[in-house]
Structures are given as structure tokens and as C-alpha cells.
């Protein structure tokens, strides 16, 4: 059973970076089925998919077209983990934050626990 | 694109059946078989429910079926039970890789 547990910061000032990491444990990040994906969820915008990354012989990133300019995911073999970062944050950006893992066909079937991000000076 | 259109709140009694529409389009749900169906409890992350349109995770009870019609897909829970009052979303592959989600409708056990 895939299992993902999310750390970094609950806060985070307009204009810097919010980086967040979620370690996976029960598969392999650079597994050859299995996709790792960022999501969010605030009232206002509900659930939004941010981006993902995947490895199929080498590293493949996703992202939704409005973060691309702003949004990196990357993996780290040896700490069996991926991370997100995303720069220049505004007071939208606020929102719970989501690492979910399924395989590349868009099944969302493990989640980590969530972490609210409050940007804020 | 356009999130997916839920209706914001559906009721029942426990041991009927409900039904919760998302309208999309021939670019997202009618267009491709990647529709997934996730319940959320308060202050909990998603669950996966359904993916694939009609597929059920293991461990996902039998109570809970998906189903599509033309750009519209459809979750069915029969016997309503208390534990199932909570949100539920769909989400849909939208081309381009990138996934959308509808906006979740609330269920009420009454």
C-alpha cells in the first residue's frame, strides 16, 4: 500500500518561493507505472492539478498550462521522494496542497495528508 | 478549461440510492475514459472512488458505480449509509495532459 506523507511550510510571504515535499513509501518514484502529482484545493478555486512527474525510461514533467510559468516538480531517487516549488507566490496561492500518486492514466488513488500554505507578509 | 459542472448538494435516506451528475464536454469527460470519482470528508484528503469512468479500487464497496452518457459521467451510491455524508468531486483528463475537477456537491444523509 502506497503511502505519502507531505513536509514543508505552513507559510509562506508574497513574492517567494513555496516548496513542499512528499515522500512515498510502498513504491518507487522512479517507478515505470506510477505517476506523482501535485494538487490543491481552496474554497474559492476548489481542486486544482497542478502538475506531475513520471519516469518511463527518463523524467517527464505535466504541468497545468496557467503554473507552468511559475511551478517545478522534481524527483529525488535517493530519498524516494518529489517536490513541488512555486515561485513568486501571491495571496492566491493560499490553499491546502496535495501530493497524490496513481499511474500515468489519471487515477488519483494515493494522497498525502495536506498541507494548508498561507501566503501572507 | 472550465471545471466540471456538479450539482452543489444532493440528498437521501439511508438505504437509498443517489445519483451526482458532472457535465463536461466532448474535450474532457466525452472525450477520453479518464474519470475519476473521489469522496472527502471533512478535513481529510480525497479517496479515490471510481477511475477509469466505472472502475473500483479495491476496497472501494460495490455501493459506489460510475457511469457516462455522451459528455455527461455519473456517480451512483446505493444504500446510503451516514458515513456517506461528505463531499464528492469528479475529475476528467482534459487533453494536453492536464486534469480538470468539477466543483464538488455535498451530500446530506438525512
Known amino acids: 500500500q502506497v503511502q505519502l506523507h507531505q513536509s514543508g511550510p505552513g507559510l509562506v510571504k508574497p513574492s517567494q518561493t513555496l516548496s513542499l515535499t512528499c515522500a512515498i513509501s510502498g513504491d518507487s518514484v522512479s517507478s515505470d507505472r506510477a505517476a506523482w502529482n501535485w494538487i490543491r484545493q481552496s474554497p474559492s478555486r476548489g481542486l486544482e492539478w497542478l502538475g506531475r512527474t513520471f519516469y518511463r525510461s527518463k523524467w517527464h514533467h505535466d504541468y497545468e498550462p496557467s503554473m507552468k510559468s511559475r511551478l517545478t516538480i522534481n524527483s529525488d531517487t535517493s530519498k524516494n521522494q518529489f517536490s513541488l516549488h512555486l515561485n513568486s507566490v501571491s495571496l492566491d496561492d493560499t490553499a491546502v496542497y496535495y501530493c497524490a500518486g496513481g499511474s500515468a492514466a489519471w487515477d488519483f488513488q494515493s494522497w498525502g495528508q495536506g498541507t494548508l500554505v498561507t501566503v501572507s507578509a | 478549461q472550465s471545471a466540471l459542472t456538479q450539482p452543489r448538494s444532493v440528498s437521501g435516506s439511508p438505504g437509498q440510492s443517489v445519483t451526482i451528475s458532472c457535465i463536461g464536454s466532448i474535450s474532457n469527460v466525452g472525450g477520453y475514459d479518464y474519470v475519476s470519482w473521489f469522496q472527502q470528508h471533512p478535513g481529510k484528503a480525497p479517496k479515490l472512488l471510481i477511475y477509469g469512468v466505472t472502475k473500483r479500487p479495491s476496497g472501494v464497496p460495490d455501493r459506489f458505480s460510475g457511469s457516462r452518457s455522451v459528455s455527461t459521467a455519473s456517480l451512483t451510491i446505493s444504500g446510503l449509509q451516514a458515513e456517506d455524508e461528505a463531499d464528492y468531486f469528479c475529475?476528467?483528463?482534459?487533453?494536453?495532459?492536464?486534469?480538470?475537477f468539477g466543483g464538488g456537491t455535498r451530500l446530506t444523509v438525512l
Open positions: 475529475c476528467s483528463y482534459a487533453g494536453d495532459y492536464t486534469v480538470i
